[in-house]
């Protein structure tokens, strides 16, 4: 019998930290679920990734601010957005459970 992962089992009913956990890697790509039970970025950290992001909120609810814009976007389940290399951005809170699919094209 083979068994199935699946992204929604495994769930920590709080962690001090966001959980990153690599569903799959090649040359180019990294595809990650990450669990966010109520973080959100310290105070004056922005993200700055040398390659693009994909982002699906699978479940929960955040808010995702960008260097270049006024007002952070809200988030909820089903949400998805591209992050393009080199925009600045942070995560101003998150719901506890909040589940989000990560793929990071890897520069080549």
Known sequence: MTTRPNLFAGLPERADEEIFETLLTRPDLRIER??????ASPPGFWYDQTGDEWVALLTGAAELRFADEPEPRHLSAGDHLLI???????????????IWLAVHVVPG
């Not at 990450?34 to 973080?39: H, R």
């Not at 393009?84 to 909040?98: D, F, L, M, S």
């Open 34 to 39: 990450i669990v966010s039970t109520g973080q």
């Open 84 to 98: 393009p290399a080199g925009r600045r951005h942070r995560v101003e809170r998150t719901e506890n459970p909040t």
